[in-house]
Every structure is written in structure tokens, then in C-alpha cells.
């Protein structure tokens, strides 16, 4: 009987921002047959250059990306799209004799490509109206209680007043007939065909990383991130609904010039949202994608990220 043949490999390198995933995604690439994936919710919107730190024409045309620029501020871009756009960027370097190289900060996208993506049903405004209704009228409790009936499974993982979750889990069931649960672990199913190596970039002093956090914000500030603002509305028929406006840094901007904010509390704004972001991506990579982690602020971690990968692709020479 012959051995099942080896899956190809591939390389995850994820990071909250300002960790440098950009600087050792470049020493990857100089150092290993790799090419480049963006896995980044904003740097797929055009024209969002300054505030989505997207790397410049010059280091694009030197270390090409995959999934940057793909579609319009005006536009919608979700963890399904990514998947699809990634898995086939990932067979086309694959065809082309390299390894895909997996770098980014959008750690729903990474959980995604991992585990697989469940059929759920889209949303729909008239089921969750007759289930808010349903909660006005005799509580989410009680609503939570009717979801342990037809999906106890995702009723045991919820508080009786966790109004979001019960709603579309609920949602899920009233639609397609069967419990989220059951749908999510189909999802799970379906891995793609690929030997991940995943790697963490975290700072061993999370002070460190808030000072590059504001000195990254304040250099963006410095290189127009306002008057990029102001070109995106001017050019684009856009709210501060959209996905795009409610990117970091672009919020805080766009509520400055409608005076819903203070022009002097900008910058500060800019930097504390940032710093929850980091602090969301870093919570995501300890509980849920636990990737081999390294220390950002380390002397060696270029040359210690190299040595691992090394070995990783060594294992298929």
C-alpha cells in the first residue's frame, strides 16, 4: 500500500500591529522560495494606503503581496472572501514551485483558513425583528431558553443575556432548519489540504509596543493620513458604516472633521483604538490560533523565525 502523499506546506506569520511582521515577511523572502499573501481586512481597499500601513510601490514591485487593493472603500470584504481569494493564491503559488507565505493581523481570516467556514445562512432583518420582538416582549432569557430547545449545544456556550449571540443562533436555526452548532462543526471539516506552520510575532513588554503603536500613528499622521481621509470622501460615496470607515485611524479622523469629536483629542484617539486592536489580535493568538510564538523586540528574531522555517521546509527536502 503506498504512503499518502505529503500535504504542501505553507506559512502563517501573524502579529498584533506595529509588531515588524512586514520586516521578517521580507527576510523570509530573501532567505526561502516564499510569496506573499496579505492577510489584512483593510489593506484589501484601494486607496487606504497611509492609516492600513500598506507597504509602498517600491517594496511591493521587490516582494510582490497577494490580496491588496482588491476592491473599493464603498465595498464589503468578509472572512469567506478571504478564504476563497487566499486558497486560490495558494494554489497558484503552489503551482508555481513556491510556498505560500501567510503574513497579517487579521486574526478572524487566519481562524477561518484554519478551521474551515460554516454554510450559515445570511442575515435577515425580518427573522432577527420577530426575535427582538420575541426578547422585548418576555426577555432574552427566555429566548435562550428556547434556543436550548432546538440547539443546546450553542445555549450551553451562552450567557442567558448575550442578546447578539442568542439572536443569530437562533437566526441560524429559524432559516435552515438545522442548530448553528451542527453547521459550525461542518465548517471545521473542512481544513484545507495544506501543513500550516504557524508563527507568532508577541512583545515580551507590552509598553514597548504601545510606544511603537503611537510613533507608527504619529508618522502616518505626519505622511497626509488626514487629507488621505478627505481624498477617500471626496472620491468614494462613503459612511462611517462601512467596513472601510471603521478601520482604525479612519474612524477617529472622519468624527474629528464632523465635529463629533475634539481636533485635539484626535491623535490620542487614533493611538488608544490602535492599542485595543493590538490588544484584541494578541488576545485572539493566546486563546484561539496559539501559534509558535516569538519575542518582536528581540535581537534575533529574524534569525530565529529563519532557523524555524528552515526546518519546517527541511522536513520535505
Partial sequence: MSAK?????????????????????????RRFPVE???????????DMDI????????????????????????????????????????????????????????????????????????ACPKTRAD??????THGWPAVHAELAKVDPEAAARLHATDAQRIQRALEVFRLSGRPMSALLA???SQRPPYQFLSLGLLPSVRSVLHERIAQRY???????LESEVD????????????????????????EVQDGLAPRAEMRDRGIYATRQLAKRQITWMNNTLQPETFD??????????IERVARFLGERA
Avoid at 131 to 136: F, N
Wanted: glycine share 6%.
Fill in 218 to 224: 504619529d508618522a502616518m499622521l505626519s505622511a497626509g
Fill in 51 to 122: 492609516g492600513t500601513a500598506k507597504p509602498d510601490a517600491a517594496t511591493l514591485q521587490e516582494y510582490p503581496h497577494h490580496l491588496i487593493d482588491l476592491i473599493s472603500p464603498e465595498e464589503a470584504y468578509s472572512a469567506a472572501h478571504f478564504c476563497t481569494d487566499a486558497l486560490a493564491a495558494m494554489a497558484d503559488i503552489n503551482a508555481h514551485g513556491k510556498v505560500p507565505l501567510l503574513v497579517g493581523g487579521t486574526m478572524l481570516y487566519f481562524k477561518a483558513l484554519l478551521e474551515g467556514l460554516a454554510d450559515l445562512p445570511q
Fill in 131 to 136: 426575535i427582538d420582538l420575541q426578547a422585548i
Fill in 5 to 29: 502523499p505529503a500535504l504542501p506546506p505553507a506559512i502563517l506569520l501573524m502579529g498584533p500591529t506595529a509588531s515588524g511582521k512586514t520586516a521578517v515577511a521580507m527576510a523570509l523572502t
Fill in 231 to 254: 481624498m477617500l470622501r471626496a472620491k468614494y460615496q462613503l459612511n462611517l458604516n462601512l467596513p472601510s470607515m471603521r478601520c482604525v485611524g479612519y474612524r477617529q479622523i472622519w
Fill in 186 to 188: 461542518e465548517g471545521k
Fill in 36 to 46: 506573499l499573501i496579505s492577510v489584512d481586512s483593510a489593506q484589501v481597499f484601494r
Fill in 296 to 305: 518582536c523586540l528581540a535581537n534575533d528574531t529574524d534569525a530565529a523565525i
